[in-house]
Nanobody
Framework: QVQLVESGGGLVQPGGSLRLSCAAS????????MAWYRQAPGKERELVADITRGGDTNYADSVKGRFTISRDNAKNSVFLQMNSLKPEDTADYYC???????????????WGQGTRVAVSS
């Protein structure tokens, strides 16, 4: 059973920082792309940032220059360093991973359960 578990959310003041982590566990070959999404109350889930296995990254315009996505392939983990946080960053944050399994052979998309980030004074 493959699982993604996020951690690191919480309450932070505007201008503050948080670091989110997501680790995959279970039986699989390796992980291709990984990503962070977020969903604010009453809004659709949106892509925040993604990263290929080789380390190429992509960011939503709203977080460029403030957020940094990274990964540790040896630990099957992805991270999101969030700096200069704004109230509009308040949302549930979810990680997603494209995981290649031995059996059934193929790539499968998995989601974490989410971690809440609240930015407020």
């Amino acid at each position: 059973q493959v699982q993604l578990v996020e951690s690191g959310g919480g309450l932070v003041q505007p201008g503050g920082s948080l670091r989110l982590s997501c680790a995959a566990s279970g039986r699989f070959r390796y992980i291709n792309a990984m990503a962070w999404y977020r969903q604010a109350p009453g809004k659709e889930r949106e892509l925040v940032a993604d990263i290929t296995r080789g380390g190429d990254t992509n960011y939503a315009d709203s977080v460029k220059g403030r957020f940094t996505i990274s990964r540790d392939n040896a630990k099957n983990s992805v991270f999101l360093q969030m700096n200069s946080l704004k109230p509009e960053d308040t949302a549930d944050y979810y990680c997603k991973a494209a995981i290649v399994k031995w059996y059934p052979a193929g790539e499968y998309l998995y989601w974490g359960q989410g971690t809440r980030v609240a930015v407020s004074s």
